[in-house]
């Protein structure tokens, strides 16, 4: 006859304690490691081109990018979601232009006049 095999009893795993942050006046750590991963981006590289095209105050479209980088598409919405937004935490806002989608890295600070004026408009 066989045995019926127990099962191993599991310790109750340690529940963890979510300290409560306060707001101080120094920046995020999101914000200062991307000021700092943009500090040590290499110049003359395909990526400090496009950060460099974003941050012109025209902005720049999806083909322009493109065109200067040898990028497909999707390469280009790629960098946009995953280098730029989250690697080093940028504000990417994209507005429609004549050309197509005009895309754009602003600050923070423009961010919050810009969020008040669509509620305002609202």
Same mark, same amino acid.
């Given at each position: ?6 099962? #191993?009893?599991? =310790?109750?795993?340690? *529940? ?11 920046? !995020? %750590? ?24 974003? #941050?012109?105050? =025209?902005?720049?479209? *999806? ?11 999707? !390469? %280009? ?46």
């Amino acid at each position: 006859m066989t045995s019926a095999k127990s099962k #191993r009893k599991t =310790a109750p795993r340690s *529940v963890k304690v979510k300290a409560v942050k306060s707001r101080s006046s120094k920046p !995020s %750590v999101s914000a200062r490691i991307a000021s700092s991963a943009l500090e040590r981006m290499r110049t003359g590289t395909k990526n400090a081109q496009v950060i460099a095209m974003l #941050r012109d105050r =025209a902005g720049a479209t *999806v083909a322009a990018i493109m065109a200067a980088t040898g990028w497909q598409q999707h !390469s %280009v919405r790629g960098f946009f979601a995953g280098v730029v937004r989250k690697k080093l935490g940028l504000n990417l806002v994209s507005e429609p232009g004549d050309d197509g989608r005009i895309y754009r890295i602003i600050s923070d600070t423009a961010t919050s006049a810009k969020a008040g004026q669509v509620k305002q408009a609202a």
